[in-house]
């Protein structure tokens, strides 16, 4: 029964850890939802943890307490109990042992490099981010102010504020982009491109980039 207990807090905190969403191959699949957004719907404050990952601590304190368990049965005055525990030992080792980090590539999109060599005035609007993490990546590569990007918690001053130019972009009002929110380039997937006479600089079949500029403003 101690063991059942523990096997089922172990796997628990372990589906909690992989977070709102499930990740495969470094990449987040938006529309995979797993447990954990239940429990920020059902716990207050949940969504302020931010790090789901640190309940992985758990899932170790939980390891070490089966494996006591386990261990405590060995009957050390025989040889198959004193094999068993040097191979525990000798496991415990190799895991242990630190290894290389690995290294990821920095690749980004083509979008994000021919946008780092346009004009560097205004804002963008990467909408041709697959996600909004990925909006702050591709910012480290083509460098230039973005808007509507991601922050983890937003500031019911920043909704307000932000909500004259989120009804602009729904109502496709572009001409006021630039002279009202400094916004100059938008991109967007090619199977979605933007019904305005504004000018296309920069398409690869995959990703549009838009230059709104109409005002000095940007």
């Keep these: 029964r101690d063991v059942m207990f523990w096997m089922v807090v172990g796997i628990f905190f372990g589906v909690m850890s992989l977070g709102p969403r499930l990740m495969l191959s470094g990449r987040t699949r938006e529309s995979v939802r797993l447990p954990y957004v239940l429990m920020e719907r059902v716990i207050p404050g949940m969504k302020l943890s ?13 390891s070490a307490v089966i494996a006591a368990m386990v261990l405590a049965k060995l009957r050390l005055s025989t040889k ?14 190799v895991e242990l042992w630190p290894s290389r980090l690995p290294i990821t590539p920095n690749t980004q999109p083509a979008y994000v490099f021919a946008l780092q060599k346009l004009p560097s005035t205004g804002g963008v609007l990467d909408n041709a981010a697959s996600s909004e993490p990925w909006q702050l990546y591709h910012q480290t590569g083509f460098n230039k102010p973005m808007i509507l990007g991601y922050i983890s918690r937003t500031p019911e001053s920043l909704i307000k504020k932000e909500k004259p130019l989120y009804e602009d972009l729904s109502q496709e009002k572009y001409d006021l982009l630039c002279s009202e929110y400094k916004l100059r380039y938008i991109t967007t997937p090619a199977s979605k491109p933007l019904k305005t006479a504004f000018p296309a600089v920069y398409s690869d079949g995959t990703t549009i980039i838009y230059d709104i500029k109409n005002n000095s403003n940007c």
């Excluded at 790090?51 to 899932?59: G, L, Y």
């Excluded at 198959?80 to 080792?93: E, N, P, T």
Aim: aromatic share 12%; net charge positive; with cysteine.
């Design 50 to 62: 931010g790090m789901p990952v640190r309940m992985m601590f758990m899932v170790t304190l939980v």
């Design 80 to 93: 198959v109990g004193k094999g068993l525990l040097m191979a525990f030992c000798l496991l415990l080792f």
